[in-house]
Structures are given as structure tokens and as C-alpha cells.
């Protein structure tokens, strides 16, 4: 989950400072900047930080692509996941970026903070909180690589996941009290059907629901495309048909 908040220390330790929430058991409508126009004082969109992860990640959007995920981890690096259709034939890609882009978001605001009404072992600090971040990531956001994998699937085994896929973003709903956690993993579902393109977020869902076992499922993709294993593909074949026979009940 990403917090900004207003300038300081709080910024550098956001993840660990957010009140315990349950994670999601089912989507949630995206964020948008209808939604964010007007947020309270203190607080920042993060269409700058969306924007440049889907800028690096633009390949998951492309017009062959059936189903994808983009995966926002509070530590690690941001990848995509999805399958894509080029005539009778389907294939799982991973897209992955070579530096966490969140660390741009993290310097920028670190770098507003007034270091005057800092002590000076805490100023001191903060900079070398600076120095570390700017050092992990290159100087321009463009220059972070995207290491591409590709795998062929089975059209038999794409049409289950995408058919899964459809049916959970269709559930897509607001619920009465959502709040942040400490950490953990956004995932950033979507694909187009036939009349538009449908999206819906979760944050670390478990294991036991229907969005859990579709984040498995892509866990099992990813991994497919790393190895081409049969045994991989045999798992991903059990658990697409599973979950497309427990949306069926």
C-alpha cells in the first residue's frame, strides 16, 4: 500500500506507521483523478508515481493483451503480469523493472522537508536516507530496464484464466470501511471485454478467497514463463479450472 503524507520522517516510515487493516477479499474500484481532485490538506496524488510505472510497463497495454496485473510491492521492484492473444495462439509474459520506482516519489518528497527544524543528527540523517535512495535507482526514471519473458500457453488453459478474470473484475465493488496496512502488495487488475476496458484493485488478499487464488494463479503464470516447466503449467492448468468451476456455483 503507498502513503503520502505530509513532509518529514513520517514519509521514510509510512509502511510501518499505518494503522493494521484486513486485506481485500475482493477488488475495489481504481483510484482516478475524478476521485482525487480534491484531496484533504497534506496529501498528494500518486498519479506522478501510477503514471511512470505504466509509462515503464506501457508493454502490458499493448492491443494483443487479454488480461494483465500490475503489481505494486511495498518493497521490491514493480512487474506486470498478463497473457496475450496473437491469433489462435496465447502466451504469459512477466515484465519486470530493473529499480523500485516508488524511491522517486520517497527522494522527492524527502527532499521537500525543511531540514532547518530538523536536529542536526537528524538532518544529517535524512540525508544520508537521500543519498542511499538516489543511489539505488538511476538518475531518470526512463533509463530503469524492463527485462521481458515470454511462454507459450495452451489456449485451452488462457481461455479458464481469462474467463476467471472477467468474472472477478465484474465483482468489482466498494465496501463499507477499507483502510491502509503496514505493507504488503497491490495488485492492479484489468483487461478490455467486449464493450471496454475493466480494472480493480486488491491489497494482499488472502489466500483463501477468489482474489487470493487469482493472484496464485498469476504467481503460477510468472513462474511458467521463468521455466516452461511442465509441471508448473500442469498447477497453473489445476488451478485456472478450479477457480473457473467455483465462480460457476
Request: hydrophobic share 45%.
Amino acid at each position: 500500500m503507498r502513503i503520502i503524507r505530509a513532509p518529514g520522517f513520517l514519509l521514510l516510515t509510512a509502511f510501518l506507521c499505518a494503522a493494521p487493516a484486513a486485506a481485500d477479499d475482493h477488488l475495489v474500484p481504481e483510484d482516478n483523478q475524478f476521485t482525487r481532485a480534491a484531496l484533504p490538506g497534506g496529501q498528494s496524488s500518486l498519479a506522478p508515481y501510477y503514471g511512470k510505472v505504466l509509462e515503464l510497463l506501457g508493454g502490458a497495454y499493448a492491443r494483443e493483451v487479454r488480461a494483465r496485473v500490475v503489481v505494486m510491492p511495498s518493497y521490491g521492484t514493480e512487474h506486470a503480469i498478463g497473457i496475450a492473444q496473437r491469433g489462435d495462439a496465447y502466451e504469459v509474459f512477466h515484465l519486470a523493472l530493473s529499480a523500485n520506482v516508488w524511491r522517486y516519489e520517497m527522494v522527492q518528497q524527502a527532499k521537500s522537508v525543511d531540514l532547518s527544524t530538523l536536529p542536526a543528527n537528524g538532518a544529517a540523517e535524512m540525508k544520508k536516507i537521500i543519498g542511499e535512495m538516489q543511489q539505488s535507482v538511476p538518475d531518470d526514471y526512463h533509463d530503469i530496464k524492463v527485462a521481458a519473458c515470454r511462454a507459450p500457453l495452451p489456449a485451452a488453459v488462457a481461455r479458464q484464466i481469462i474467463e476467471a478474470w472477467e468474472k472477478l473484475l465484474l465483482q468489482t465493488r466498494y465496501t463499507p470501511a477499507r483502510t491502509v496496512g503496514r505493507d504488503g502488495i497491490d495488485y492492479h487488475f484489468s483487461m478490455p471485454n467486449e464493450t471496454q476496458q475493466i480494472s480493480g484493485k486488491a491489497w494482499d488478499p488472502p489466500p483463501t478467497t477468489d482474489i487470493g487464488r487469482l493472484v496464485a494463479i498469476t504467481a503460477s503464470m510468472k513462474a511458467l514463463c521463468a521455466t516452461r516447466d511442465d509441471k508448473v503449467l500442469a498447477q497453473l492448468q489445476t488451478q485456472a479450472r478450479d477457480l473457473v468451476a467455483r465462480l460457476q456455483r
